[in-house]
């Protein structure tokens, strides 16, 4: 808990400037000496210094050794992202005894240097630019006391794969209570549907199946299977996570697993777990190793006999009026291990899946060859139920596919090597096979090696795209007409199966995980990342962390160690019995408050109360510093910390001190819109550097003032960033109230002669660097079409009528 | 391919079929026996099966009722199969013919009670076969040299009398009308319903010249037209099948109620839902009384059983 602390005495403002050449990264393009020598002559500025790289070790005891020696009381650091270094420098600062929050990032690698290759001059000024406006800021900065809250020392997975077995294991063998989310009836994921695991050809279930029961049997897990996560509330170290926990119409605790109910039930229905290639009971478990062993009856499917009520006698275990049940869940973190789902190609015609018989999709072949399959290890085709005696398997199938999945899926070259060994293993000579690749993709311990054995045991591998297939209506054979890319050439092979190794795919109802837990996805729907190097098992929400294939396609020693990383990253926070989070929560004025309680509807996380003929009240752990309210706020009696009115509008004025028309002023969301900046430096589009960027931590800060101010400053255009809509605001719905205000906004603004292409707002994700890159471009050329002359014509005939609205503010 | 669901739908026959790998199972229906009669859409536990009232051609008789099955509700389980009183629907697996709910006794079969008695035929006689409104019946006859005989006229009275008559009944299409009894001469044949009910049509309430009823239903002479062109009803033939029901423009004029049906014993909560939507709530009530009745007794007579044994 903090208050703004006032300093005691006003003391005169000693500013340092660092600036970091990161190596040729900033160097390379910005002009770093003409900066630093412009941060010299920036009132305030008492020291200035460059560094190679500001952020190792003696870049850092730099600036440590400057405050002390110069006494320094804010700091500038102009160099990578504040979402890269911002903790990193706070630590630094506060080792040398100022307080964290008296120092600011003026980001000019992924903000200058980065993006604007093509112009360096451009990018030195903008560069200026920054540290110009950091300065502006870091002066109205006030030191501020990072709030501590408790936190529950428990888990909750999200996801019973092999990557969700890992971490919840870990986890409870930590001594934490793990909750652990499974949306089918059995924990094991797609791992326990395989038959071997390459490269050492080991039976899967045989070694998942230990471990799915270890789960069960350990104090500390508790499955909820066959249920949804519902709800998410709450942060970091204080999650309230509400489950449904769907009807088996079987009570779990009654239940014995005996299964002579499902020997009593007369109907069958496709097996969705066999891939559907066998059935099972409307009273069953999909596979015999199912853990929780609880059967399950599908409804669907159920004519309501009760010979299965019957069967079970006095156990007493089915309960036909079961209903959905809800349980509250209180965790500290989460660990998300949804996996994903595997394509079927019905959307390939020319592949003839779905239309010809014999062509099945790798998963399809899994279960056929596998011993405890349906058809209990024969491969047999689906059209006379004989075996095959030449199997061609295709490659890339949907994936590396511009039309289709653009990324290569990770594991289908190695599971369909696995295929080809077992096979020729089984059957020897009485199979031909066939692999149609484009490369073969094995870099992986072992794996090279197994490609060898592929290649001794006598499989055909054929480099190239297969074209069509075509299926001969009486025999049902199939011939693969490809081109062979090595000898040139067209080549048809006649096979009898044909086997697609599928891209795998973002599991369906990510969208809903995402939306609950506050997550954003990739370009291929996949989970972000935090940083896909530094922070590949993070969720960009503090507290969630991803395991195996749900942020990224992943093998099975891959996903088990990103199971194994989660958890401790999740121990991280868990086994602390406090976490400090960032002071940079809203405060209210009770003496401007006029008690109207606007803010309370405004607030997303209801953390704003107003009783009568009170002053709103911040509750402060709820609190999550968005600053919604503070832009909403009619009588401006509440401030965000570290993001005031005053420095916001600082930043602007600094950014828009000399040839406002040529410069567009954006304002971008910390957690998509200025993420995506980020990644279009990091990506190197060059946009034009006209650009002048202010950080704020969501759109609904975006107050109107700030927008009206900049015009009345002459800014060229303005441009607002924010997450898409609508459900990847960082802040359930910051991006929805910023529209509404920009919208009426937006509208005065053309009524009063302004061309609408000067205002702008703009939905970026943390993913779409090249789209940020693109507006920016967008918003250039149409500046420029407007000529500065029309610029300043319209601000002339508009400043009057905006210092008026400003005034009266 | 793994998993494919199929339809088609022909003017005599509709096909549902579900293809997988191990698996393969195949629904048909036979438009020309199906009645388009309400017992299979009221029977179905998925209420995937609908009745489509068919256009009338002005010139033309009614069309019956077209039957439709929804094939993603469909489950296969053949409940269909064993309730059709025409023996229209074949639900098939893997090529055979054995229902799952049959062989866990998860429902019932319809007992179709028919005894023929040939030695009491008159052997010129083939009143039954030109009776049977749906030709299930035929007739074989046989002299006593082992070669079938067509013409009995020019035979000697003894050649005549030791001419074997054999009946064949088509028992799995047979609703049970007992039309054939009825027309039976020498009470050779017994049938008895396999459903019972009432029949009543309400001529004042029929739509002048309206004779939809008639045009539909499959047991000739249940439903006919008296000089006044009013429908006549003769409840005695009637299968209760509810075919006339289905065509019928004015739901309040004409009555078709189930009251109770004739199946082997089973145990089975499917059953008991038919039930009650085929007959009425009251007349299933009936039937699971009569059921825990006959319960009752049979354990009284346990007890008395093995009081007797313990005395001996």
Not at chain 1, 649 to 654: P, R, Y
Not at chain 2, 232 to 259: I, M, S, W, Y
Request: one cysteine or more.
């Amino acid at each position: 808990m903090s208050s703004p602390q006032d300093p005691a005495k006003p003391e005169a403002l000693r500013v340092g400037v660092f600036v970091c050449h990161c190596g040729l990264n900033i160097a390379g393009t910005v002009d770093v000496h003409a900066v630093a020598e412009f941060a010299k002559t920036i009132p305030d500025v008492v020291y200035v210094k460059e560094n190679r790289y500001t952020c190792a070790d003696p870049g850092q005891e730099e600036i440590r050794k400057a405050i002390r020696q110069q006494k320094l009381n804010r700091v500038v650091i102009a160099a990578c992202s504040p979402r890269m270094h911002e903790p990193t420098f706070r630590r630094t600062v506060a080792e040398a005894g100022l307080n964290s929050f008296l120092y600011e990032m003026a980001n000019i690698r992924e903000f200058a240097s980065w993006c604007h290759q093509s112009d360096p001059a451009a990018a030195t000024e903008r560069a200026k630019d920054s540290v110009k406006m950091a300065v502006a800021k870091v002066r109205l900065m006030q030191p501020l006391q990072t709030i501590e809250v408790p936190v529950t020392n428990k888990a909750v997975i999200i996801g019973g794969g092999i990557a969700g077995i890992n971490a919840a294991l870990d986890l409870a063998e930590q001594g934490f209570k793990v909750y652990m989310v499974e949306s089918t009836q059995s924990i094991g994921g797609h791992m326990a549907a395989l038959d071997k695991t390459f490269p050492t050809l080991d039976c899967s279930i045989c070694i998942e199946g230990p471990k799915m029961v270890d789960c069960a049997r350990h104090p500390n897990i508790t499955i909820f299977a066959n249920s949804d996560l519902v709800k998410c509330e709450g942060y970091i170290g204080n999650f309230k996570v509400k489950i449904r926990k769907n009807p088996r119409f079987v009570i779990p605790e009654k239940c014995t697993g005996c299964g002579e109910c499902k020997d009593a039930c007369p109907i069958e229905y496709p097996n969705e777990w066999d891939n559907n290639l066998g059935t099972r009971k409307a009273i069953s478990v999909p596979f015999d190793q199912t853990v929780p062993l609880v059967y399950s009856i599908n409804r669907d499917y159920c004519i309501e006999c009760f010979k299965c009520t019957e069967a079970c006698g006095e156990r007493d275990a089915i309960d036909f009026d079961q209903k959905p049940q809800e349980v509250d869940i209180e965790v500290g973190a989460i660990v998300v291990s949804t996996g994903f789902d595997v394509y079927e190609p019905y959307d390939m015609p020319l592949l003839g899946y779905g239309k010809y018989p014999n062509v099945i999709t790798g998963m399809e072949f899994e279960r056929l060859i596998l011993a405890a399959g349906p058809t209990g290890g024969k491969v047999i085709r689906q059209s006379d139920g004989k075996k095959p005696h030449r199997i061609a398997f295709i490659l890339c199938v949907g994936s590396r596919d511009k039309q289709h999945y653009p990324y290569c899926s990770n594991f289908c070259c190695m599971y369909t090597l696995k295929h080809v060994v077992q096979l020729k293993e089984k059957y020897k000579e009485d199979v031909e096979v066939y692999v149609f690749y484009m490369d073969i993709r094995s870099p992986g311990k072992g794996y090279e090696e197994f490609y060898d054995r592929a290649r001794e045991r006598g499989v055909n591998f054929i480099r190239g795209r297969v074209s069509r297939i075509d299926e001969d209506p009486v025999t049902h054979n199939l011939m693969v007409h490809s081109e062979d890319s090595l000898l040139g050439q067209p080549i048809e092979v006649e096979a009898d199966m044909v086997v697609l190794a599928t891209a795998s795919i973002p599991k369906k109802g990510s969208d809903e995980v995402a939306r609950i837990l506050n997550l954003s996805r990739d370009a291929n729907g996949f989970f972000m990342e935090a940083h896909p190097k530094l922070k590949p098992m993070d969720a960009p929400t503090d507290g969630v962390f991803f395991a195996g294939a749900c942020a990224g396609l992943k093998d099975i020693p891959y996903s088990v160690s990103q199971g194994s990383g989660a958890a401790s990253r999740a121990a991280t926070v868990i086994s602390k019995p406090k976490w400090k989070i960032e002071p940079i929560i809203s405060i209210v004025d009770e003496e401007k408050c006029k008690k109207c309680g606007a803010c309370v509807d405004k607030c997303p996380y209801g953390a704003i109360r107003q009783d009568a003929d009170q002053p709103a009240k911040i509750i402060t752990a709820s609190c999550h510093g968005c600053g919604t309210c503070v832009a909403e706020c009619p009588s401006h009696a509440i401030t965000q910390m570290h993001f005031t009115d005053a420095q916001v509008l600082a930043q602007i004025h600094a950014a828009l001190e000399t040839n406002p028309e040529d410069k567009i002023l954006a304002i971008l969301c910390n957690w998509c819109s200025y993420a995506g900046a980020d990644l279009a430096g990091i990506s190197r589009c060059d946009y034009p550097a006209s650009v002048r960027a202010i950080r704020v931590m969501c759109s609904g800060r975006v107050a109107r003032e700030f927008v009206l101010e900049a015009l009345r400053l002459g800014a060229g255009a303005v441009l607002i960033g924010a997450c898409h809509l609508p459900y990847d605001c960082h802040y359930i719905s910051g991006n929805y109230k910023m529209k509404d205000r920009t919208d009426a906004l937006k509208a005065m603004l053309t009524k009063l002669g302004m061309s609408p292409e000067r205002f702008r707002v703009e939905y970026v994700s943390a993913a779409e660097g090249i789209h940020y890159a693109e507006v920016i471009r967008e918003i250039d050329s149409q500046r420029k079409a407007l000529g500065k002359e029309k610029i300043q014509a319209e601000n002339a005939k508009l400043k009057p009528i905006l210092e008026n609205m400003l005034k009266r503010k | 391919m793994p998993f494919k669901k199929t339809k088609s739908d022909a003017a005599d026959a509709l096909v549902l079929e579900w293809v997988l790998q191990v698996k393969n199972y195949k629904l048909n229906l036979d438009r020309n026996r199906c009645a388009g009669c309400q017992i299979c859409t009221l029977a179905c536990p998925r209420q995937a099966i609908t009745t489509q009232k068919q256009p009338k051609q002005s010139d033309e008789p009614t069309k019956k009722a077209k039957v439709d099955i929804d094939l993603e509700k469909c489950n296969f389980c053949g409940i269909c199969d064993v309730t059709c009183p025409y023996g229209a629907v074949k639900v098939i697996q893997n090529g055979s013919h054995d229902l799952a709910v049959l062989t866990k006794e998860s429902y019932p079969q319809l007992i179709r009670d028919i005894t023929v008695d040939t030695r009491r035929c008159d052997k010129e006689c083939d009143e039954c076969v030109t009776a049977c409104p749906l030709s299930l019946i035929t007739i074989s006859k046989v002299g006593y040299d082992g070669q079938p005989v067509n013409d009995l006229s020019g035979l000697s009275p003894l050649a005549k009398r030791r001419v074997q008559v054999t009946l064949d009944i088509q028992k799995q299409y047979c609703p049970t009308c007992r039309a054939c009894e009825f027309k039976c001469s020498s009470g050779a044949i017994k049938v008895k319903k396999c459903f019972e009910g009432k029949l009543a049509v309400d001529t004042e309430k029929c739509p002048p010249g309206c004779h939809e009823c008639v045009d539909v239903c499959p047991i000739t002479g249940t439903l006919t037209l008296d000089s006044k062109a009013k429908v006549v009803t003769a409840e005695q033939t009637c299968t209760f099948c509810g075919a006339c029901k289905n065509v019928c423009p004015k739901p309040e004029a004409l009555t078709v109620h189930r009251t109770k049906i004739f199946h082997t014993p089973v145990h089975s909560g499917a059953w008991n839902k038919t039930l009650e939507r085929l007959t009425s709530p009251s007349d299933a009530v009936k039937e699971f009384k009569a059921q825990a009745a006959k319960t009752r007794r049979e354990l009284v007579l346990h007890r008395f059983e093995v009081e007797e044994m313990k005395k001996k």
